[in-house]
Every structure is written in structure tokens, then in C-alpha cells.
């Protein structure tokens, strides 16, 4: 039998300046002779967070160093960054391996990417169009920033002009026909529950823990989770809270309550209001007095704090309609900040003075007592879908019928998803049981009051009611929401469990919709 090698050709590689300087004692020895090096960086404007973009023969492009400080990049959001630094490392590969350059690009050297990337056969992991789309986004604004400041003559995106609401003349990358409007699926509430379980907690499919399980991180991982499930709070949003910014649970009790999400860490970067579960609330405090409470006294006890770069020790945070966040760094520097306007990068950097030392405000800590990175969800996720699948999938069905799915699979935003067509049916549900209204009076109340959709767009903080309606009301208007709601004799309580039918009634008859029981599926049994 003849073996054959897989080759691997060199491509462009993306690497991220850190928020530590690498000079403060991570590879010395490297750094010989670059003892300047923090100096020279910072004379050339380069930041931590910024990235470097690495040619297969170990050059730094000048020109894409200087697009990347630039003001278009720069006002980019943190994810933004990083998946335009992504996409734009793949089309340099490509014009590398036709020995061109990015700035020498034709169009039709993009023309041929695209069908690479969308169509060739040959590819073996070709994308669709909603992901081309975002990839010409990030190639139209490397060549737009490239033509206004002279670099090249023209650009090589496909384009089309059109109005905006002003009525001026707009030039964007071409759209694909079959670029799908938003990726939304949900998972039930009782599939919540069973992905937590088996996926975070260590279970089995008999419902007990998997012996050996370890769990080191799982109460801080399960109050991620919940706290997004019942808020419908971004990954973003949820990931860079500061343990102030959590809302405190009262002695009175309430089923929920009400946060403030920082203006600068949203997508449209408007301060509002959240609200979440006190059960979320709950499993937040104990991570804050378990698991949190041990890394940070490890991370105390062996001095990871004395020497972090950019601490800033917080003396006050005002009160008032405007709050600011005001601190101390270690050369005793004071400064203020407007904690609406805080960065997530700026907020990893702020601490508090306690009786063992400094703490951080940053509610999500690794194990070292670290700021967990807001991208570093996506592998907590990664790893609980992977354990699901190997759990819940009986070994016989491994890699057979994609209709049958025998495991749930979550992301942080279908988190959000979930949230709001959970709200979605409850509100309907708690507006006809509350007030027991006929169809006429319920008309009335929803013109003096708002109907669900535009609660629901609150809390999810969409500019527009249509947005809410685009992505959601599909499973509502499937099964005629209301006609279902009304045949229902389930005694009110608390709404979760006794919404299980309903959901699970939603979920049969609606694209998109994750339901899995609570009763599991025995190893080895069949479709």
C-alpha cells in the first residue's frame, strides 16, 4: 500500500499583541538586545490588541500595519477585529500562492477567490454566502482605506451603489443572493436544561455524574450560561460585566431583576437595561464565593497581580446618571473614566484593593484568577456541544442521518435566541392569564401598553421592532401562537417546566428549534 503525505502549504498568519507586554518576563531570552522594544512599539502606535500580520516568508506588510492602526480598523468592535483579521489572512494566502500581492489585486483575482471559497468542488470546506458576505466587508474596507490614502488605484470588491436613508449615494461590497438574514436557532427551556447537565455539569446519560468528572470551572461555566439564557445578553455583553454591574438578590425575594449593560460593550453601543432570573442571580453569587473567591486568592498568594501591566486600582465609582469609574495605577496616577465608556479591554485592566491584596472587578476569572477573554466562551461552548454528542449519540448512529440528532448543540447567541422566544410566549401567556382579557380589550391594552414584540425588542436592545419580528416570528406564527396558548389548561405557576408541552409543541412543527426531553435516550437504542 502506498502512504502518501499531506502537505500543508505556508500561509499568512495572524498574531494579537498582547495586554501583558511580553517584555515583563514571558520569553526574555528572545528579547535580547530589544530592551527599547515597548518604547519603539509605542512610537509606532502599535497597541496592545492590535494584530500583526505575518507573511509565510516572515515578513510584516508596512502597509497592512499601517491599515490595521488606522482609524477605520481601530473603531471596529473587538470580534469585528478578529474576524476581519481572519478573513483578510485567507485572501493574502490566496494571492500569495499566485505570487501577487495584496495591493497589485484585480478584480479578478477576488472573482476567483470567491469561487474558490463559495463553489469549487475541490474545496472541502466551501462557505455560504452569508459568510462570503462578511469576508467582502473585510476586503472592501482593507482596499477602501488603501484607495483613500493612495496606496492603489482602485478597488477590487465588487460593488453596488445605492441610497441611504438621507438620500446620498453609498457604495457596498455586493451582497450574495443566497446570503440567509440571520443564523437563529433556539434550544427549548427543558433542552437548556439537559445541555447544562450533560454538557457543563458532567452527566451521563443515565442522569449521574460521570465518574471521574472534575468540573474545575463548571459552577462558573453553568452561571455563564444561565445568566445568558434568562437575560438574552450578547456573549460580549454578559462576558465583560464587572462584579458591581451584577444585580444583587433581595431579602424580599422578586423572580427577577433588573442590570445595566454598559454602553461601549453592546453591538449598538447604547447603554439599556437587562433583566435576569434570580435563579441566574443565584448560581452567579456562588461562583463569586466558590470557585472565583479560590483562584483569586491563588493568583494573591503567588503574586500574578503585583506585576500585571496597565492595573488600575479603582478608589470610586460615582453615582448618579452618568457614573464614573475613578482609579490609581501603580505609579500613582490617577485617572476617571465615564463606566458607560469603558472598554472591555479597559475593564479587564481595573481592580480593587482587598484584604489580601488586589482583586479584580472583572467578574469572569480562568483558573490563574485571570480575566477570562470574552472569545474563550466560544471554546467552554465547543467543548460542552462535543461532550453532548459523544454522550447522548449512541455509538451506532456516530455519523449517520443528519435528520436524527440525538444531542443538543448551543451557542452563546443561540442563548439569546432562546431567551427571546421564551419571553416571547410567556408575556402572551401572562398577559391573557393576568388579565383575562377579551380580544377587543386586548387590542387596548396592547395600544396603550406595547405587545410582546416590542417588550421583547427592549430587552434585546434591537434598533427596530422589525428586526425582533424578522428573526422570531417564525415559530410563533407557524402554530398560531394564540389559538395554541388558549387551549391550554395547564394550571399558571412559575413559568418554566409546565411550558414544556408548549415549546416542545413549537419546536415539532418549526424550523430551527431544539427540543430533547428530559428522559434520555439509553445508549445504544435506535432512531
Same mark, same amino acid.
Given at each position: 500500500?502506498?502512504?502518501?503525505?499531506?502537505?500543508?502549504?505556508?500561509?499568512?498568519?495572524?498574531?494579537?499583541?498582547?495586554?501583558?507586554?511580553?517584555?515583563?518576563?514571558? &520569553?526574555?531570552?528572545? $528579547?535580547?538586545?530589544?530592551? +527599547?522594544?515597548?518604547?519603539?512599539? *509605542? #512610537?509606532?502606535?502599535? %497597541?496592545? /490588541?492590535?494584530?500583526?500580520?505575518?507573511?509565510?516568508?516572515?515578513?510584516?506588510?508596512?502597509?497592512?500595519?499601517?491599515?490595521?492602526?488606522?482609524?477605520?480598523?481601530?473603531?471596529?468592535?473587538?470580534?469585528?477585529?478578529?474576524?476581519?483579521?481572519?478573513?483578510?489572512?485567507?485572501?493574502?494566502?490566496?494571492?500569495?500562492?499566485?505570487?501577487?500581492?495584496?495591493?497589485?489585486? &484585480?478584480?479578478?483575482? $477576488?472573482?476567483?477567490?470567491? +469561487?474558490?471559497?463559495?463553489?469549487? *468542488? #475541490?474545496?472541502?470546506? %466551501?462557505? /455560504?454566502?452569508?459568510?462570503?458576505?462578511?469576508?467582502?466587508?473585510?476586503?472592501?474596507?482593507?482596499?477602501?482605506?488603501?484607495?483613500?490614502?493612495?496606496?492603489?488605484?482602485?478597488?477590487?470588491?465588487?460593488?453596488?451603489?445605492?441610497?441611504?436613508?438621507?438620500?446620498?449615494?453609498?457604495?457596498?461590497?455586493?451582497?450574495?443572493?443566497?446570503?440567509?438574514?440571520?443564523?437563529?436557532?433556539?434550544?427549548?427551556?427543558?433542552?437548556?436544561?439537559?445541555?447544562?447537565?450533560?454538557?457543563?455539569?458532567?452527566?451521563?446519560?443515565? /442522569?449521574?455524574v460521570e465518574s471521574g468528572w472534575a468540573g474545575r470551572t463548571e459552577d462558573r461555566n453553568v452561571a455563564f450560561v444561565r445568566l445568558l439564557v434568562s437575560s438574552g445578553l450578547r456573549r460580549a455583553e454578559g462576558g465583560a460585566l464587572l462584579t458591581f454591574e451584577v444585580p444583587q438578590r433581595r431579602l424580599e425575594g422578586g423572580r427577577y431583576y433588573r442590570g445595566q449593560v454598559a454602553a461601549q460593550v453592546t453591538r449598538g453601543k447604547r447603554m439599556r437595561t437587562f433583566y435576569v432570573a434570580s435563579e441566574a442571580v443565584g448560581e452567579v453569587e456562588v461562583y463569586v464565593e466558590s470557585s472565583r473567591a479560590l483562584a483569586v486568592r491563588q493568583a494573591q498568594r503567588l503574586g500574578r497581580y503585583e506585576h500585571l501591566a496597565g492595573m488600575r486600582l479603582v478608589d470610586e465609582v460615582t453615582r448618579g446618571l452618568k457614573p464614573k469609574?475613578?482609579?490609581?495605577?501603580?505609579?500613582?496616577?490617577?485617572?476617571?473614566?465615564?463606566?458607560?465608556?469603558?472598554?472591555?479591554?479597559?475593564?479587564?485592566?481595573?481592580?480593587?484593593?482587598?484584604?489580601?491584596?488586589?482583586?479584580?472587578?472583572?467578574?469572569?476569572?480562568?483558573?490563574?484568577?485571570?480575566?477570562?477573554?470574552?472569545?474563550?466562551?466560544?471554546?467552554?461552548?465547543?467543548?460542552?456541544?462535543?461532550?453532548?454528542?459523544?454522550?447522548?449519540?449512541?455509538?451506532?448512529?456516530?455519523?449517520?442521518?443528519?435528520?436524527?440528532?440525538?444531542?443538543?448543540?448551543?451557542?452563546?447567541?443561540?442563548?439569546?435566541?432562546?431567551?427571546?422566544?421564551?419571553?416571547?410566549?410567556?408575556?402572551?401567556?401572562?398577559?391573557?392569564?393576568?388579565?383575562?382579557?377579551?380580544?377587543?380589550?386586548?387590542?387596548?391594552?396592547?395600544?396603550?401598553?406595547?405587545?410582546?414584540?416590542?417588550?421583547?425588542?427592549?430587552?434585546?436592545?434591537?434598533?427596530?421592532?422589525?428586526?425582533?419580528?424578522?428573526?422570531?416570528?417564525?415559530?410563533?406564527?407557524?402554530?398560531?401562537?394564540?389559538?395554541?396558548?388558549?387551549?391550554?389548561?395547564?394550571?399558571?405557576?412559575?413559568?418554566?417546566?409546565?411550558?414544556?408541552?408548549?415549546?416542545?409543541?413549537?419546536?415539532?412543527?418549526?424550523?430551527?428549534?431544539?427540543?430533547?426531553?428530559?428522559?434520555?435516550?439509553?445508549?445504544?437504542?435506535?432512531?
Amino acid at each position: 500500500m502506498q502512504l502518501t503525505q499531506r502537505m500543508v502549504m505556508p500561509g499568512w498568519r495572524v498574531f494579537w499583541v498582547p495586554q501583558e507586554h511580553v517584555g515583563g518576563g514571558v &520569553r526574555r531570552a528572545v $528579547l535580547d538586545g530589544w530592551g +527599547d522594544l515597548q518604547e519603539r512599539e *509605542e #512610537a509606532a502606535g502599535v %497597541r496592545a /490588541g492590535d494584530p500583526i500580520f505575518l507573511s509565510p516568508d516572515h515578513r510584516v506588510d508596512p502597509l497592512l500595519g499601517a491599515y490595521v492602526r488606522s482609524r477605520t480598523f481601530r473603531r471596529y468592535t473587538a470580534e469585528t477585529k478578529r474576524n476581519y483579521a481572519t478573513d483578510l489572512s485567507l485572501l493574502l494566502t490566496f494571492l500569495w500562492r499566485r505570487g501577487r500581492g495584496w495591493a497589485a489585486a &484585480r478584480s479578478r483575482d $477576488l472573482t476567483d477567490f470567491e +469561487d474558490w471559497r463559495r463553489f469549487a *468542488e #475541490a474545496n472541502p470546506k %466551501r462557505i /455560504g454566502g452569508s459568510k462570503w458576505d462578511r469576508e467582502q466587508a473585510a476586503f472592501y474596507s482593507l482596499y477602501k482605506w488603501a484607495k483613500d490614502n493612495g496606496h492603489v488605484t482602485s478597488i477590487p470588491v465588487s460593488t453596488v451603489q445605492s441610497r441611504d436613508y438621507h438620500g446620498s449615494l453609498v457604495t457596498t461590497p455586493t451582497r450574495s443572493k443566497d446570503a440567509r438574514p440571520a443564523n437563529v436557532h433556539w434550544l427549548t427551556p427543558r433542552t437548556w436544561r439537559r445541555w447544562i447537565d450533560v454538557g457543563l455539569r458532567g452527566h451521563t446519560a443515565a /442522569g449521574v455524574v460521570e465518574s471521574g468528572w472534575a468540573g474545575r470551572t463548571e459552577d462558573r461555566n453553568v452561571a455563564f450560561v444561565r445568566l445568558l439564557v434568562s437575560s438574552g445578553l450578547r456573549r460580549a455583553e454578559g462576558g465583560a460585566l464587572l462584579t458591581f454591574e451584577v444585580p444583587q438578590r433581595r431579602l424580599e425575594g422578586g423572580r427577577y431583576y433588573r442590570g445595566q449593560v454598559a454602553a461601549q460593550v453592546t453591538r449598538g453601543k447604547r447603554m439599556r437595561t437587562f433583566y435576569v432570573a434570580s435563579e441566574a442571580v443565584g448560581e452567579v453569587e456562588v461562583y463569586v464565593e466558590s470557585s472565583r473567591a479560590l483562584a483569586v486568592r491563588q493568583a494573591q498568594r503567588l503574586g500574578r497581580y503585583e506585576h500585571l501591566a496597565g492595573m488600575r486600582l479603582v478608589d470610586e465609582v460615582t453615582r448618579g446618571l452618568k457614573p464614573k469609574v475613578r482609579w490609581h495605577d501603580r505609579l500613582g496616577v490617577e485617572g476617571e473614566r465615564e463606566l458607560n465608556l469603558l472598554t472591555a479591554g479597559e475593564r479587564a485592566l481595573l481592580f480593587t484593593e482587598g484584604r489580601r491584596g488586589p482583586e479584580p472587578l472583572w467578574l469572569w476569572l480562568n483558573e490563574q484568577g485571570l480575566p477570562l477573554g470574552v472569545h474563550s466562551w466560544d471554546g467552554v461552548f465547543r467543548e460542552a456541544n462535543q461532550r453532548c454528542a459523544r454522550v447522548l449519540t449512541p455509538p451506532s448512529r456516530l455519523g449517520m442521518d443528519p435528520h436524527r440528532v440525538f444531542a443538543p448543540y448551543a451557542t452563546p447567541h443561540s442563548a439569546r435566541h432562546s431567551f427571546a422566544l421564551y419571553m416571547l410566549v410567556v408575556l402572551e401567556r401572562l398577559t391573557d392569564l393576568r388579565y383575562g382579557l377579551s380580544p377587543e380589550e386586548r387590542r387596548d391594552f396592547r395600544l396603550l401598553y406595547g405587545d410582546p414584540w416590542f417588550l421583547v425588542q427592549t430587552l434585546l436592545g434591537h434598533a427596530s421592532r422589525d428586526t425582533t419580528v424578522r428573526h422570531y416570528l417564525a415559530p410563533v406564527a407557524d402554530l398560531q401562537l394564540r389559538s395554541m396558548l388558549d387551549a391550554i389548561d395547564v394550571p399558571a405557576r412559575a413559568p418554566m417546566p409546565e411550558l414544556d408541552d408548549t415549546f416542545a409543541r413549537i419546536a415539532r412543527e418549526s424550523a430551527g428549534i431544539q427540543d430533547f426531553g428530559d428522559e434520555i435516550t439509553p445508549p445504544g437504542a435506535g432512531a
